[in-house]
């Protein structure tokens, strides 16, 4: 029996209905995951730290995507629960097609500015050569990743998450094969590396094209729109927060990177990156339940039943609140193994990356709330207080800790900047919470 975005949702049917989202998001952490380990086994540990410096760049702009998918998602649900599907499918239509046209504009733009970033972050020799090599496959198709990161929240919205789980799923499975072919058997390198990845993206942005053009069961199809700003604006600005944390994600990423070339050189690079594979996979969850479960927020928000919104927020506090203790656990027992799946080979890169996740991994705790903090605001269509959210933590307080705490603790300064960013978020985040509750009437 489907579930839809109209029912009063138990702890049961809440977690059937986010768990096709919430495997979604692990499975892509994995494949990517899958894409570093093998790059850097059978290329080079050079070559893995040039995805580590490419990454951060491509996201920039891959978070336009991110904005538009979660931003004009929210508004979609929001009309499809005041029972307007004729107009919600007007306004789904127009999203996705000026999005295609804007991305293509963001990729030629991404590409002509490789080389300055790269000279500004200051790589230099092999290392600068990899960057180039990756990032010029890599950054032209940005639009392809733009559309897999716009289309995954409208499949959840037109219920229909098992789809959106299954393109992934295929879509990663094709980027592992093809790592294996391409750097295994062909040894093409980073090039092989590049195409993989490009491939699976192509796969994952137009399948789910494919299938809001043709006819559908489900409540959204691409059809005939007209221009309208309203709609666009409305997207763009729910959509903030995500194109916020997109955006200064990687900014801080590239502040992260500044600072260990410095600190440590190349090696602090790749234990960066190896962290950071970790904590995407770990953060899938929470990130695939936010994605799930906004939806059924912006559906019950656009029908006025506050009862329903109160049921959600409850119940997603003390789920996000035991899977954080959880992933911490996790994360401190199993620190040293997860590290030497990419750097057995190298003992002392294995050390700094080990000691580095023990400290992150503290972070678990306390980023659940503030991820689901902002993705709850854009599902009530309140982008500027998500925006807030966002803009607070990576922004200014991670970034500002990435710059700081190293003069005082050196390397952890680096590895805790993360910790101190989300306990004084979660302050921000308590504070709109309370002073927003009579607005909404979520508790």
């Known amino acids: 029996m489907n579930i839809q975005l109209s029912d009063h949702f138990t702890y049961q049917k809440l977690l059937r209905f986010t768990a096709p989202s919430i495997m979604m998001t692990i499975f892509t952490s994995i494949y990517c995951i899958v894409d570093g380990l093998i790059v850097s086994n059978f290329v080079s540990s050079t070559a893995f730290a040039a995805i580590g ?31 307007s599907k004729k107009k919600a499918n007007v306004i789904f239509s127009l999203i996705i097609y000026s999005t295609i046209a804007i991305s293509l504009f963001l990729g030629l733009c991404g590409t002509l500015l490789l080389k300055p970033l790269l000279i500004f972050l200051g790589t230099e020799g092999n290392l600068t050569l990899n960057c180039l090599t990756y990032g010029y496959i890599v950054i032209p198709a940005v639009p392809l990743f733009i ?15 098992k789809l959106g789980l299954f393109i992934t799923i295929f879509a990663g499975i094709t980027n592992a094969l ?82 260990l070339l410095k600190i440590m050189g190349e090696d602090g690079v790749v234990a960066l990156f190896i962290i950071g594979y970790v904590n995407f996979i770990f953060l899938a969850t929470f990130l695939g339940y936010n994605s799930g479960s906004a939806p059924i927020i912006s559906y019950h928000f656009g029908a006025k039943n506050h009862n329903e919104l109160k049921n959600l927020l409850e119940k997603s506090v003390k789920l996000i609140a035991i899977t954080g203790i959880l992933l911490f656990l996790c994360a401190e027992s199993s620190a040293r193994s997860l ?26 705790l306390l980023v659940g709330f503030n991820l689901y903090a902002s993705a709850f605001f854009t599902a009530l269509n309140n982008g500027i207080v998500s925006a807030i959210i966002s803009t607070s933590k990576t922004f200014i307080f991670e970034g500002l800790c990435v710059m700081i705490l190293p003069i005082f603790w050196g390397i952890n300064g680096i590895w ?28």
């Open 147 to 161: 559309l897999q990161c716009l289309f995954s929240p409208f499949l959840i919205t037109a219920e229909r998450p």
């Open 53 to 83: 410096i490419i990454a951060p760049f491509s996201m920039i702009i891959g978070a336009f995507g991110f904005m538009v998918g979660a931003g004009g998602s929210a508004l979609v649900a929001k009309t499809l629960g005041e029972q």
């Open 178 to 259: 093809l790592d294996i072919i391409f750097i295994v058997i062909f040894h093409w390198g980073l090039v092989g590396a590049a195409w993989a990845t490009v491939i699976s993206q192509a796969l994952g942005g137009i399948i789910p094209l494919i299938y809001f053009i043709l006819p559908n069961k489900s409540s959204l199809r691409l059809g005939k729109t007209r221009l309208n700003i309203k709609p666009l604006v409305k997207t763009y600005t729910n959509g903030l927060s995500e194109f916020i944390n997109g955006i200064s994600g990687s900014v801080v990423g590239t502040l992260y990177n500044y600072q």
């Open 339 to 364: 590290a030497s799946i990419f750097v057995s080979y190298d003992q002392n890169l294995l050390n700094v990356a080990t000691h580095g996740l023990r400290v992150y991994s503290i972070s678990f």
């Open 416 to 443: 805790s900047a993360i910790i101190v960013a989300e306990i004084l978020t979660l302050i921000v985040v308590s504070y709109y919470f309370i002073t927003l509750k009579d607005k909404y009437k979520y508790l």
